[in-house]
């Protein structure tokens, strides 16, 4: 399948910094990609849409300008979680869809995760 | 009402059954439906993608699909101990967004 990887895997920090996740896709082009967050116990949960080249698309009740979302090429999006407080510890979790773009029957493929820990 | 659910378990097999993971969905316009198995601490891997009512099968997976009753459902045959994960319905509505269940935790016995 599809290979998506995360970086990095965990991260560790302190209250009020900010920490960036990047998601590649290594082996295809992507012109949309997926976050997500994932709380212990809980299921995936859509944060955002990433859109290369645009505005990133945020699901209801997610914070656009605490979750910076920039999808500057076709490979590589970031998600950047500012001002981190301890209730954003959580395992972020990145995917895209096969055929690098959104549409009804793609397959989305998922990074590795990284599981950030804000103390 | 929520828009994918499953049964959260634990559904306990022994080894060698057949484990049988059901999935219900609310939006009758969804196209697509995938098995997803997440291991603790990991990312979900893809196990099956059912997008016509039937069945269709894969090694020791089955999923079937029901578009008029609004179900899905996956069987691993011969359960293996190595199988003991959650296992994620995931629903592609025409706003092609992933929309998850819960998950179903598999607990697969010697």
């Known amino acids: 399948g599809a290979v998506v990887s995360q970086h990095p895997s965990w991260v560790i920090c302190k209250s009020g910094t900010s920490v960036k996740i990047e998601c590649r896709s290594l082996d295809f082009q992507a012109t949309t990609m997926f976050w997500y967050r994932q709380f212990p116990k809980q299921s995936l949960m859509l944060m955002a849409t990433?859109?290369?080249?645009?505005?990133?698309?945020?699901e209801q009740g997610v914070e656009k300008d605490k979750f910076l979302i920039n999808h500057a090429s076709l490979t590589l999006s970031t998600l950047t979680v500012t001002s981190a407080h301890p209730e954003d510890s959580s395992f972020y979790i990145c995917?895209?869809?096969?055929?690098?773009?959104?549409?009804?029957?793609?397959?989305?493929?998922f990074g590795p995760g990284t599981r950030l820990t804000v103390l | 009402q929520k828009e994918v659910e499953q049964n959260s378990g634990p559904l306990s097999v022994p080894e060698g059954a057949i484990a049988s993971l059901n999935c219900t969905y609310s939006d009758r316009g969804s196209q697509s439906f995938f098995w997803y198995r997440q291991y603790s601490g990991k990312s979900p891997e893809l196990i099956m993608s059912?997008?016509?009512?039937g069945d269709k099968e894969d090694g020791r997976f089955t999923a079937q699909l029901n578009k008029a009753s609004q179900y899905v459902s996956l069987l691993i045959r011969d359960s293996q101990p190595s199988d003991s994960a959650t296992y994620l319905c995931?629903?592609?509505?025409?706003?092609?967004?992933?929309?998850f269940g819960t998950g179903t935790r598999l607990q697969v016995f010697p």
């Open positions: 990433s859109n290369e080249g645009s505005k990133a698309t945020y």
């Open positions: 995931a629903v592609n509505l025409n706003t092609d967004k992933l929309i």
């Open positions: 995917s895209a869809p096969t055929s690098g773009r959104a549409g009804s029957t793609d397959t989305q493929y």
């Open positions: 059912i997008y016509s009512n």
